[in-house]
């Protein structure tokens, strides 16, 4: 089983060692966005180890379409179908059912959908989103959950909670079972659960002191950066995350920049997953201690200073910024591949130093020092 080790603490902030059957994390972590087993910008899993990637995060829903969790199964796991032997998170599906909304039926035993690819109707409740992860054998199972819309109605969000909250009974009963089986390939998977409530804090409180009950490896705060305020969101990390077992790791979904990144540390977030470094790397947009670039730019035709002064990325090893902003003009994939590397490292590396804070003591200082310089958020 996992062990999860608090090795600092200053204030509500802390760094810890988590133990997996697949390796050990470092917290706070930043987990790179691999949606169909791959980080958009081609990028290789030889460069998530050169970029100090720790975990990798993939999509239940996006890997049940295509290749097919089953083809992953027969293949032998996530681990050796994208060739990563360090952890891997797979999200649970639930997230879909907040982005397709246009496309789903929620209903107590689960959820159907159809396919964005071609139409097709699937069906996915608590125990086919277990299914589904035992057969990609990820090291971390989220569990099956609704994400209602920040702005929702309280009258809507009540009975969505509730539901995930049962949704969540299941999902662990249904996980015993599986790794109980001869034929799982990972059968020390973790069961993450999730709390929701979309921005009614007390709602959230509530169903924080239900799912805590459980006893699960970890717990994650969902349903945020989807519309509402940063104010919001921190404002609900203040009332929840201390309601949850401060010995048992914490993952903020889907969040975030730089700048949420280091006010969730402070409110005891340990894991963090966030599209932005690869998709904005994508189009041109880099990350530095001092805020955004644009490299496509006018400003960058002649500059032959790498992104950031001092970064080791393989970017800013090498090539400049006049060279960088040609290929994306240029539309040659070299310049995507580039800034997602420089991106993703950047971030990697943000959560080194945030861990070196923590640990030495330093984390309220280093924490405003970055906010000053990150202007350009």
């Given at each position: 089983?996992?062990?999860?080790?608090?090795?600092?603490?200053?204030?509500?902030?802390?760094?810890?060692?988590?133990?997996?059957?697949?390796?050990?994390?470092?917290?706070?972590?930043?987990?790179?966005?691999?949606?169909?087993?791959?980080?958009?910008?081609?990028?290789?899993?030889?460069?998530?180890?050169?970029?100090?990637t720790q975990i990798e995060l993939s999509n239940t829903y996006h890997l049940h379409l295509r290749p097919?969790?089953?083809?992953?199964?027969?293949?032998?796991?996530?681990?050796?179908?994208?060739?990563?032997?360090?952890?891997?998170?797979?999200?649970?599906?639930?997230?879909?059912?907040?982005?397709?909304?246009?496309?789903?039926?929620?209903?107590?035993?689960?959820?159907?959908?159809?396919?964005?690819?071609?139409?097709?109707?699937?069906?996915?409740?608590?125990?086919?989103?277990?299914?589904?992860?035992?057969?990609?054998?990820?090291?971390?199972?989220?569990?099956?959950?609704?994400?209602?819309?920040?702005?929702?109605?309280?009258?809507?969000?009540?009975?969505?909670?509730?539901?995930?909250?049962?949704?969540?009974?299941?999902?662990?009963?249904?996980?015993?079972?599986?790794?109980?089986?001869?034929?799982?390939?990972?059968?020390?998977?973790?069961?993450?659960?999730?709390?929701?409530?979309?921005?009614?804090?007390?709602?959230?409180?509530?169903?924080?002191?239900?799912?805590r009950e459980l006893d699960l490896p970890g717990y994650a705060v969902g349903g945020l950066a989807v519309?509402?305020?940063?104010?919001?969101?921190?404002?609900?990390?203040?009332?929840?995350?201390?309601?949850?077992?401060?010995?048992?790791?914490?993952?903020?979904?889907?969040?975030?920049?730089?700048?949420?990144?280091?006010?969730?540390?402070?409110?005891?977030?340990?894991?963090?997953?966030?599209?932005?470094?690869?998709?904005?790397?994508?189009?041109?947009?880099?990350?530095?201690?001092?805020?955004?670039?644009?490299?496509?730019?006018?400003?960058?035709?002649?500059?032959?200073?790498?992104?950031?002064?001092?970064?080791?990325?393989?970017?800013?090893?090498?090539?400049?910024?006049?060279?960088?902003?040609?290929?994306?003009?240029?539309?040659?994939?070299?310049?995507?591949?580039?800034?997602?590397?420089?991106?993703?490292?950047?971030?990697?590396?943000?959560?080194?130093?945030?861990?070196?804070?923590?640990?030495?003591g330093r984390y309220s200082s280093y924490k405003k020092e970055m906010l000053g310089t990150l202007e350009?958020?």
């Open positions: 089983m996992a062990e999860y080790k608090i090795v600092a603490e200053e204030g509500r902030a802390k760094s810890a060692t988590f133990e997996t059957v697949h390796g050990t994390v470092e917290t706070p972590v930043f987990m790179n966005v691999g949606t169909a087993a791959a980080i958009k910008g081609a990028v290789s899993t030889e460069d998530l180890e050169r970029i100090g097919g969790d089953e083809v992953v199964k027969k293949l032998g796991g996530l681990h050796k179908f994208m060739s990563w032997n360090r952890p891997i998170l797979t999200d649970s599906g639930g997230f879909q059912v907040f982005s397709l909304a246009d496309l789903r039926n929620i209903k107590e035993e689960g959820v159907t959908f159809r396919s964005h690819i071609d139409g097709h109707r699937i069906f996915m409740g608590p125990e086919e989103s277990m299914q589904i992860q035992s057969n990609l054998a990820s090291t971390i199972a989220m569990a099956f959950d609704e994400c209602p819309s920040s702005v929702a109605d309280r009258s809507y969000v009540r009975p969505s909670v509730e539901r995930t909250y049962r949704w969540l009974v299941r999902c662990r009963k249904k996980m015993k079972e599986l790794n109980a089986r001869e034929d799982t390939i990972n059968r020390e998977q973790l069961l993450f659960g999730i709390n929701q409530g979309a921005v009614y804090t007390d709602i959230r409180v509530e169903h924080a002191k239900m799912i519309g509402e305020t940063h104010e919001q969101m921190y404002d609900i990390l203040d009332h929840v995350v201390p309601e949850l077992p401060r010995e048992k790791p914490v993952y903020l979904m889907g969040v975030g920049t730089p700048a949420n990144i280091l006010e969730a540390v402070d409110r005891g977030v340990d894991f963090f997953d966030c599209v932005y470094p690869s998709r904005n790397g994508r189009h041109g947009h880099v990350y530095t201690k001092h805020g955004h670039l644009n490299l496509f730019n006018a400003k960058y035709e002649l500059d032959g200073r790498p992104i950031e002064e001092g970064c080791g990325c393989p970017a800013c090893s090498r090539y400049s910024r006049a060279y960088i902003r040609h290929l994306l003009k240029a539309k040659e994939m070299l310049g995507m591949r580039l800034c997602v590397l420089h991106n993703l490292w950047f971030y990697n590396h943000l959560m080194e130093e945030i861990r070196a804070a923590i640990r030495e350009g958020e």
